[in-house]
Structures are given as structure tokens and as C-alpha cells.
């Protein structure tokens, strides 16, 4: 009988739904122990009890990166799946609600109504704007899906997958000047890879239109940080909006607290709901105890 163990902030929640279940010979540990051989968890807090779990053989994590599972100094020695398939559509609800907010002028019209000035300012619209998605895994072909529907064209920037539909034009290997040419809108939605690192950096910056807006979900570690600020400092271009950082919680010295046209969330665009999380972690334990392999598993080396 595998013996699992619920390793979250919502543990009580997570173990309700998954009781509720009913699934075929699964037993839940209250401690980590020896007998545990399935961990359902937030990355963070897993890396700090693989010690002890010697029979362990998998581990669903509640995120979909897992960067604390990835240090090499930590054990690999079982299968690790993340989560995917569920944070599409809030991360699309983020974007498109930002990209929203800046065309509609959303905050220009608060600010007026606060300052008592009648604000005509005629608004723009999203169709025929062009969107840039760095990264169209699952999270992004949700975004690129979203973006057509507001009649938006979208180009994409992979590794070299080109699985997304909605996507009008892909872009790989050195073609980031080409992609980023033309946007009004860039939106990052990379994992934290030794690829990815920085791949949002003055040159790319410098080849995105003056009045484009940037928004990152992704990861903080894509960011130039320098390079960034120096953009939005002098108008290079419009506007940013911030989910993630390399560093988080921000520090308060963090020149970004400042920085002109800058919009900061907090890492809130998408939380890990428990419900839809035990979705995923049902359809993979159905196969594991069936012995077939499971979904979404993460390369370590690759980091996604």
C-alpha cells in the first residue's frame, strides 16, 4: 500500500479533497517517515525533509517550477512531476486583465476621478496588437489562446517546439531581435534554466518599440534587472509589469520600489488551489499504481 505524505501550507484541505477521493490503496502519513514513498508538496519545504525519506519514489510538487528540487547538491533518485495544466488560465486572466488596464487606461481614468479631472483621453483596444510570448509551454498557449480571442497577433519564442495553434509566427535560437521587433507587447513565461537567464536584457529591450509594455510571470531570473530599470528610466520603453523577482521577498532597498512606470504583484498571478492541484496529482497516481509512467516529469538537467 503506498503511504503518502502532504507536505504544504494547506496540508488539512489537501488531505480532505484527496480522502475524499477515494483512491485505491492509498494510505497518508502525518510525518515523514521511512514507509513514505510519495510526497505531494511545495518544492521548499520537500528539499528540507529528503533526508528523510529513504524509500521515496515520487514527488508531485504543488508548483510548476521546482527550482529548490534542482540543487545539485540534493538527491535525484526519484521521479518528480510538477504541475501543469492548471495555471494557464489564471496567468491568462493576469496578462490579458494587464494588457487590458493599459489599453482601456484603467489607472489614468482612477487617477483622474482622484484628482477631480475629466478625463477623455480616447482609449486603445487590443485587436491587431501584436503580442510576444518568451516561452509557450502549457502556461502559454494558454496566454496565446486568450490573446487571439481579443483578436490579437501572437508570436511565440521556444527552445524549438511549435505545439501552440494559436500562435501566428515562432521564433528560436538567435531570431530574439526579429521576435521582439514590432510588439506592443513582450510577456515573459520561462522556467529558470541556464538558457533563460537574463534572456530579457538590453538588447532585447533595445529591439522592442518605445510604447511596448513588458510583463514577466515566468521567472525573476530572466530579467536583467539593470537593464530593465534603465529601460523604463528613460522611456525606452512604456511600461512593466512585475509577478516575479530574482530575489524574493524584494528587499527595501530594491531600486525597483521607485522605478518610473513600473507595476509590481508580488508572485500572486497564479496560487496553487488545491483543488486543481489534487487533479493532477489523482491522474498521476492512478498510473503510478498501475505502473505506467507518469505526467508532466521533470528533467533535472533541463529543469522543466
Known sequence: ?????????????????????????????SEPTAECEIVLGAPSLISAVLDKLPNLKWVQATWAGVEPLLDPALRRD???????????????????????AHERKIFQRA??????????TIT???RGKAIGLLGVGSIGAEVARAAKFFGMDVRGYTRESETSTQVDRYYHGNDLASFANGLDYLVAILPNTRETRRIVNAELLAASPPGALFINVGRGAAVDETALIDALENSKIAGAVLDVFEEEPLPKEHPFWTT???????????PSFPEDIVRVFIENYRLYIEGKPLKYQVDFERGY
Not at 484527496?18 to 492509498?26: F, H, Q, V
Not at 526519484?78 to 486583465?97: D, H, K, P, Q, W
Open 1 to 29: 500500500m503506498p503511504t503518502l505524505f502532504i507536505l504544504t501550507r494547506d496540508h488539512q484541505e489537501y488531505r480532505a479533497i484527496i480522502e475524499t477521493a477515494g483512491l485505491p490503496d492509498l494510505k497518508i502519513a
Open 78 to 100: 526519484y521521479i518528480l512531476t510538477n504541475a501543469r495544466g492548471v495555471f494557464g488560465y489564471l496567468m491568462s486572466e493576469y496578462v490579458m486583465g494587464y494588457l487590458l
Open 111 to 120: 487617477q483622474a476621478q482622484k484628482n477631480k479631472e475629466w478625463d477623455k
Open 124 to 126: 486603445g483596444t487590443l
Open 260 to 270: 518610473k512606470n513600473l507595476l509590481m504583484t508580488f508572485h500572486t498571478s497564479a
